[in-house]
């Protein structure tokens, strides 16, 4: 009974659109009074949750991408790709996907990912006649990859909140990131054939494609080095986030594409953003202290075991549960505050916790692509200058592709645990 009614109240704080972290941490401390258990554990929890060497990455991956956004190396990614397959039936819908792809293995924040090549690739593609809604849904949908492909933030957390090993989280999300990068490209190639809504472009030269491809170098070279240092154990998530952002700033530099006040404008954005997350993930460890002393999540676990007998039928109770959420949360969010909460069922029907974090990860790139509150939608509809129905209507196909990979995910694991079982 103490669960349903401590789950009731804070989804009736946040139909009340109380901002999260207060919903979370102010919820989390009256549970503590009726305890009677002293607050002074809620400074000493606040302190811990942002007391970590992990989180140190957050800040510096959303200050890198930051700086690449002003200094418009989405541009440049997005001219060197177009430059070969630019010419093919539906290429520059290729273009942008793989140019999303190349800048989520840099920046690690969807948003920054579809505003950074949303720039760029929705005047050019509707200027040759792709179908508008087509082509925003497209671009919501490439930025989800940026939370998928590594380094990516929201594994972070999930890395630091369950205790779990971050660079076995980005090798995992490597597989499910490419996959689901083949799969937007095959949809946008069979939509351009079949409907025909395309101005075919002429084939770039040699030189042109030289050319471009030399200019977007340094930043593809940046991708290499951040996601190589990490796997090859040369530096943790946060030093290599630092470095990129060290060679970051020197490349915007070095191409005199940033001055004092793109920097100003560049820290103030990180800055505002890492609060913001910061302040939603000491909230979310004060509820969750609250909670475990209230023996919620074993109560949970507890129905969940010996009410679901297989661990497929779990998965897709979660699912459902995910998606529904998905509506009216954010994907930071949904991640705080289900996880510690379901983490303690997930290892008793035994299932693989870097495997839940892909999966999880997943269903919360959906709900940046699905209305009402799909971040991605609002950050293409700015761009875009474009209705969020419009948006929303281009999307729905491909969030059908990230539901098809989640169910792909269960029937073959594979696809996230090869790579960080089988081949480190």
């Known amino acids: 009974m103490e669960a349903f009614l401590i789950l009731t109240a804070l989804l009736a704080l946040l139909l009340l659109r109380t901002p999260v972290a207060i919903a979370l941490g102010g919820l989390g401390v009256i549970l503590l009074v009726l305890k009677g258990l002293p607050l002074v554990a809620v400074p000493q929890r606040l302190h811990g949750s942002v007391d970590s060497f992990e989180l140190l990455a957050v800040p510096m991956f959303l200050l890198m991408s930051n700086i690449l956004l002003k200094g418009g190396v989405g541009r440049d990614l997005y001219a ?18 793989l140019s999303c792809t190349l800048f989520s293995a840099i920046s690690g924040s969807s948003v920054a990912t579809a505003a950074t090549v949303g720039t760029v690739a929705i005047p050019e593609m509707t200027r040759r006649g792709y179908d508008r809604p087509f082509v925003l849904g497209m671009l919501a949908a490439g930025g989800t990859l940026g939370i998928l492909i590594p380094p990516s933030i929201p594994l972070i957390i999930y890395g630091v909140v369950t205790e779990t090993s971050i660079p076995l989280l980005f090798l995992a999300g490597i597989g499910p990131g490419l996959f689901l990068a083949g799969a937007f490209i095959v949809y946008g190639l069979l939509f351009a054939r079949i409907t025909g809504a395309y101005q075919p472009m002429p084939k770039a030269s040699w030189g ?3 050319r471009a491809s ?3 170098l340094p930043t593809v070279l940046l991708a290499v080095g951040i996601v190589g240092s990490i796997y090859a154990g040369i530096a943790t998530p946060s030093e290599s986030a630092g470095l990129g952002f060290v060679f970051a700033l020197v490349i915007t530099l070095a191409m005199k594409r940033l001055d004092f006040a793109m ?17 939603i993930i000491a909230g979310a460890k004060v509820f969750s202290y609250a909670i475990t002393l ?7 676990s507890v129905l969940l075991t010996e009410n679901i007998s297989t661990p497929g039928l779990f998965v897709l109770a979660v699912g459902a549960v995910l998606l529904i959420m998905g509506f009216f949360l954010e994907s930071l969010s949904m991640l705080l505050i289900m996880v510690p ?6 290892l008793n029907v035994n299932i693989d916790p870097i495997w839940f974090g892909i999966f999880f990860v ?4 959906t709900a940046l692509i699905t209305p009402p509150v799909g971040m991605n939608l609002f950050v293409i509809q700015a761009v875009g200058k474009a209705s969020l129905q419009e948006v929303a209507r281009g999307a729905l196909p491909f969030a059908g592709i990230m539901l098809a990979t989640a169910v792909l995910l269960w029937f073959w694991q594979d696809l996230a645990l090869y790579i960080p079982y089988a081949l480190r």
């Open 80 to 97: 060197a790709v177009q430059s070969w397959v630019g010419h093919w039936p539906g290429g520059l819908g290729v273009a942008t996907i």
């Open 208 to 210: 042109e494609r030289g």
């Open 214 to 216: 030399l200019m977007a």
């Open 263 to 279: 920097l100003k404008e560049a820290v103030q954005n990180s800055l505002s953003t890492t609060v913001m997350i910061l302040i």
């Open 294 to 300: 209230y023996l919620i999540p074993q109560s949970i």
């Open 341 to 346: 909460v379901l983490l303690p069922a997930v």
């Open 362 to 365: 997943v269903l919360i790139e």
